[in-house]
């Protein structure tokens, strides 16, 4: 990172509304699910379904939800990424003065409603970047996740008429930051690879996308089988699902963990243990569904013969130690290969 180009880092995830009633959540979800790498058909009939039959009673249950996670800083998932991006730059700024040179800026910003990226983009753009490493904060990547950033970061870019010189990472399931983090949050748990069994849950995806050619699945296989080497897990002791199906018409790729999480808590000798690799920060879909909906199914299917059973959730990387080093690396590798 010797260079004297200024670089912006720009951390992407999906968003979050802001605040947790019902107007607000039903502004962000008509945003998210009008993206046209989201929607399940053309515009006009889809916009006329989501607004007549879909938003006015999702917006009033999402938002009750939204209630029971918000914290005193908002969101917990525009909070903690914008901690993680405060912890990257400051990483990476303490490496660059240490060799000379510019420290990178790192932003992070939302899909869907705020920070938005036309905003976060002009701000690296006024503070002088020539360069932008964009992360998508999807180890895995997909269609509807990853190829819905880069496809609105161009779109702003465009609006903004600016060109800076952009390089992407795609995905990093495979990445060694990446799989050691995961596995140093499993093994603080001191897995049982003889009583406990690991669930591995990861957000589903149209199955149509898929059939068109998406490698979403792959990738989530190779990072499962990954960590279960390293946990020294054999394959009857770990399972693959998906969460967050949405009920737009199509089929989307399963099985799904709401179903299997009570077959696996059945045949539970010690601890069920469910983590989220594909989600890089505690959400809606990790603090609810999780810790709320799939927890108590879980409990509900433990055998009642009298033997101590637990369900245990490991929480995202978040901002933590490993996730820091995780994004710094993925920059380094970036930069250190121009």
């Known amino acids: 990172m010797g260079h004297k180009e200024r670089v912006g880092v720009l951390l992407v995830n999906t968003g979050s509304p802001s605040a947790p009633e019902p107007a607000a959540v039903k502004s962000y979800l008509a945003e998210f699910l009008m993206d046209p790498c989201v929607r399940p058909m053309p515009a006009l009939p889809w916009w006329l379904i989501l607004h007549l039959f879909i938003l006015p009673s999702r917006k009033r249950r999402s938002a009750a939800k939204y209630r029971l996670i918000w914290g005193e800083d908002g969101s917990p998932l525009v909070s903690t990424a914008e901690r993680l991006a405060g912890r990257v730059e400051a990483r990476l700024g303490a490496a660059a003065a240490a060799k000379g040179s510019v420290p990178p800026l790192v932003r992070a910003a939302m899909s869907y409603g705020e920070p938005a990226l036309a905003t976060v983009l002009s701000q690296l753009r006024d503070a002088g970047c020539g360069r932008v490493v964009l992360i998508p904060l999807y180890p895995q990547s997909a269609r509807c996740t990853t190829g819905s950033v880069l496809r609105r970061v161009r779109g702003a870019l465009g609006a903004l008429g600016w060109d800076p010189d952009l ?172």
């Open 167 to 338: 390089d992407v990472v795609e995905s990093y399931g495979a990445h060694e930051a990446y799989l050691s983090a995961l596995h140093a949050s499993l093994s603080a748990l001191a897995v049982d690879p003889e009583r406990d069994r690991v669930m591995f849950s990861f957000h589903a995806v149209p199955q149509p996308d898929i059939e068109a050619g998406d490698t979403y699945p792959a990738q989530v296989e190779a990072t499962c089988a990954a960590l279960a080497r390293r946990l020294g897990l054999s394959r009857d002791r770990w399972t693959l699902s998906y969460q967050s199906p949405f009920s737009d018409g199509r089929l989307w790729h399963g099985p799904f963990t709401a179903e299997a999480v009570g077959e696996e808590a059945a045949r539970t000798e010690g601890r069920l243990i469910l983590i989220c690799p594909g989600f890089s920060i505690d959400c809606l879909e990790t603090l609810y569904d999780v810790e709320r909906e799939l927890s108590e199914r879980a409990r509900a299917a433990f055998p009642s013969d009298g033997a101590a059973r637990e369900f245990v959730y490991v929480p995202c990387l978040n901002d933590s130690d490993g996730a820091v080093g995780l994004m710094a690396a993925l920059v380094r590798d970036v930069l250190d290969g121009a």
